[in-house]
C-alpha cells in the first residue's frame, strides 16, 4: 500500500505541474495562446526522471519513464480543448536489492483553454481541467476518483514573440478513493517561464516551478527548474529538449524531457 501511494503521489504531482501551449513543449509552464478554430496539435512527449532518496538508514533509487500523447484543437475564437493519455513505467529499489515496477496507461486529462482578456498587452488566459479516473487503481496508475482543477495563465511577448514570459498559478481537488488522511486534497501550483528565440526557429527555454506537496507528513515544497531547447523545424513540426532538476528533496532528482510536436 505504501508503495502504491508513493506512485500515485507521484502521478498526482506529475499532472499537478504539467501542462502544454503553443509555446510547448519542454516547458511545463503554460502560455495564453489557443490553436486556430479547425487546427490540431499532436504532442508526443516523453521523459525519463531518476531519483535518490534516504530516509531512516534505508536508501531508495526510483528510475521513471513517461510518455505522453496529447491532442488539441481549436473550438472557437480564442477558446481550445484538450485531452491527455500519460503512459508510466516506475520501477522503484533499495539496498536490499528489492525491486517493484509500476507500469501502464494513467489517469487522462480534459482542459479547456479560453483567452479572455489582455490588459497592457499581457494576455490572459483560464484552463479548466478534469483528471478521468481511466488508469489501474490497484496498480496505483489511478487515483480512482474525478478531479478538478483550474490554472490561470499569463502570457507577456515582446519584439513581436522573439522574446516571451509566461505565468501559471494552479489549483486541483483531489477525492482519493482510500483517503487514510495522509494526502492533501487541496493543491496548488506556480510556476514562471521565459523563452527567447536565439536563431531562426529555435528557442531557448527556462522554467521554474513550486507545488504544495501531496503529502501531509512533509511541508516541504517540491521546487523545480528546467531548461532546455525547442526547435520550430517549419509548419508542421516542432521537436524539443530539456533537461528538469529537483530543487528540493520531494521533487525529482534529475529528469531529462524529450518529445515533438504535430501541426495540422
Known amino acids: 500500500m505504501k508503495k502504491m501511494h508513493a506512485t500515485t503521489l507521484a502521478l498526482c ?3 499537478t505541474t504539467a501542462g502544454t501551449a503553443l509555446a510547448g513543449p519542454p516547458l511545463a509552464t503554460d502560455d495564453a495562446g489557443t490553436v486556430d478554430v479547425g487546427k490540431v496539435e499532436i504532442e508526443l512527449n516523453g521523459s525519463y526522471g531518476y531519483d535518490k532518496h534516504t530516509a531512516d538508514g534505508s536508501t531508495t533509487k526510483t528510475n521513471t519513464v513517461d510518455g505522453e500523447v496529447k491532442i488539441t484543437t481549436g473550438l472557437y475564437k480564442d477558446l481550445g480543448i484538450s485531452l491527455a493519455i500519460p503512459y508510466l513505467f516506475n520501477e522503484r529499489s533499495n539496498v536490499d536489492g528489492d525491486v517493484s515496477n509500476v507500469d501502464g496507461f494513467g489517469d487522462m486529462t480534459l482542459e479547456m483553454k479560453y483567452r479572455f482578456a489582455e490588459l497592457g498587452g499581457v494576455a490572459l488566459a483560464i484552463k479548466p481541467s478534469v483528471i478521468m479516473p481511466t488508469g489501474k487503481y490497484s ?39 482510500e483517503d487514510d488522511g495522509s494526502q492533501r486534497r487541496n493543491l496548488w501550483s506556480g510556476s514562471i517561464a521565459g523563452e527567447a528565440e536565439v536563431a ?15 503529502d501531509k507528513t512533509s511541508n516541504e515544497l517540491p521546487v523545480y527548474a528546467l531548461t532546455g531547447l525547442r526547435y520550430e523545424i517549419n509548419d508542421h513540426l516542432d521537436v524539443d529538449a530539456g533537461i528538469k532538476f529537483g530543487l528540493t528533496k520531494p521533487e525529482t532528482d534529475l529528469t531529462a524531457v524529450y518529445g515533438l510536436v504535430l501541426k495540422f
Open 13 to 15: 504531482f506529475a499532472l
Open 139 to 177: 496498480a496505483g496508475l489511478s487515483e480512482g476518483r474525478w478531479q478538478f482543477g483550474s490554472t490561470l495563465i499569463a502570457t507577456k511577448e515582446f519584439a513581436d514573440g522573439a522574446y516571451a514570459l509566461h505565468a501559471n498559478l494552479g489549483y486541483e481537488y483531489h477525492h482519493y478513493r
Open 200 to 214: 531562426k526557429g529555435l528557442f531557448a527555454v527556462a522554467d521554474f516551478g513550486l507545488a504544495t506537496n501531496p
